[in-house]
């Protein structure tokens, strides 16, 4: 079982900016995909972003976001640290929520989830 620690959330102004991190030890190594979902109250996880694996080309594979927060939101990695950033920009109320980190694919890998970082975007 890998650990998935996230951390960074806080609370913001609309048009402000948060940058979530996600520490999972093991994930660089074992080539893991990453992927950042949030949750507010009352409603279902919605996926954010994700950086998945290709196990065919053994590369990582291209970096997704969700409509909603393309062109606002940029994931990126840091091998070296086994860490995961979420940078957001131009923030809304509806960005509001528990933002959780999912390390996922084969073998360790499988579906391991942080707690969540909770980000809260007022008007």
């Known amino acids: 079982q890998m650990q998935v620690v996230e951390s960074g959330g806080g609370s913001v102004q609309v048009g402000g900016s948060l940058r979530l991190t996600c520490t999972a030890p093991?994930?660089?190594?074992?080539?893991?995909?990453i992927a950042w979902y949030r949750q507010a109250d009352g409603k279902q996880r919605e996926w954010v972003s994700s950086?998945?694996?290709?196990?065919?080309?053994?590369?990582?594979?291209?970096?997704r976001y969700a409509n909603s927060v393309k062109g606002r939101f940029v994931i990126s990695k840091d091998k070296s640290k086994d860490a995961v950033y979420l940078q957001m920009n131009s923030l809304k109320p509806e960005d509001t929520g528990n933002y959780l980190c999912?390390?996922?694919?084969?073998?360790?890998?499988?579906?391991?989830w942080g707690l969540g970082t909770q980000v809260t975007v007022s008007s």
């Open positions: 999912q390390v996922y694919g084969g073998g360790v890998c499988y579906s391991n």
């Open positions: 950086i998945p694996h290709d196990p065919a080309t053994r590369y990582d594979a291209t970096i």
């Open positions: 093991g994930f660089a190594a074992n080539n893991c995909g």
